[in-house]
Each structure stands twice: as structure tokens, then as C-alpha cells.
């Protein structure tokens, strides 16, 4: 479902969970409170995965429809307004990290730049070569 929307969006999504693992292996070694920090640290690796899914469908709208601005302003303002309400639960419940959370989130710029060895990297696992 995910490469029909977008064909890289399956390795943005590999990148931001590669990312959490690294971070939480490499994390949770210098923290007091490792449940908190894998909680949040989760929390922002999902919040970074339902971004890059918000975006390919965003995208992918603004292609196919002639959208105007405002609608693409508008959605990305509803993202944003998601990430924070999510962090203010956290905040709120103490459901984890908030700094962890904020890493987590960051996994899709990572990602992003990550992408094209990962692209690469699946390929020659594969046995071939494709360019993106």
C-alpha cells in the first residue's frame, strides 16, 4: 500500500525505524529512566512515520487535484499542530521523554537524508541495480 502511494516511502519508513533501533541501543545505555526514554523515543519514531505518510498523501494530492496553497499550508499546519498535541499529552500523562520523543520525530529528517543508501543498499542485496 505504501509504494503505491509513493515508491520511496517503504525505505523512509525503513530509515526512521533503522533509526529508532540505533538510537535506542545506543540510548538507553545512558539514561537513569529507560522506560521513559523508550517510551518516548517511540512515541516519536511513530509520530515521524505517520508524518512521512501524511506528506506522500499530501503530495500525492496536490499532483492529481489542482489543489490551491492554502490547502497545502493548511495540512501541513495540521501536522505540525498534531506533533505538538501529542507532545503535550506526553507532557501531561508523563507517558515518556519528551527530548527522546523530539529525537524520534527527527528520525525522518534522517531518514530523508539516509534514503538513498538505503535504496541503494536494498538493491544489491536484491542482486540488481536501479536507479531511485
Do not use: T
Amino acid at each position: 500500500m505504501l509504494r503505491r502511494l509513493n515508491k520511496v516511502l517503504p525505505e523512509l519508513i525503513l530509515g526512521i525505524i533503522l533509526y529508532g533501533i540505533v538510537l535506542q541501543l545506543a540510548g538507553v545505555w545512558f539514561v537513569s529512566d529507560k522506560l521513559r526514554y523508550s517510551s518516548g523515543l517511540w512515541i516519536g519514531i511513530a509520530l515521524a512515520c505517520f508524518m512521512a505518510i501524511h506528506m506522500a498523501v499530501v503530495i500525492q494530492d496536490a499532483v492529481s487535484i489542482d489543489s490551491g496553497q492554502g490547502k497545502l499550508i493548511a495540512q501541513n499546519m495540521i501536522r505540525y499542530i498534531a506533533v505538538v498535541a501529542v507532545f503535550f499529552c506526553m507532557m501531561y500523562f508523563k507517558l515518556g521523554n519528551l527530548f527522546s520523543a523530539f529525537l524520534g520525530v527527527m528520525g525522518l529528517k534522517a531518514a530523508a537524508y539516509a534514503q538513498p543508501f538505503i535504496h541503494k543498499m536494498i538493491f544489491k542485496l536484491r542482486g540488481r541495480e536501479e536507479d531511485i
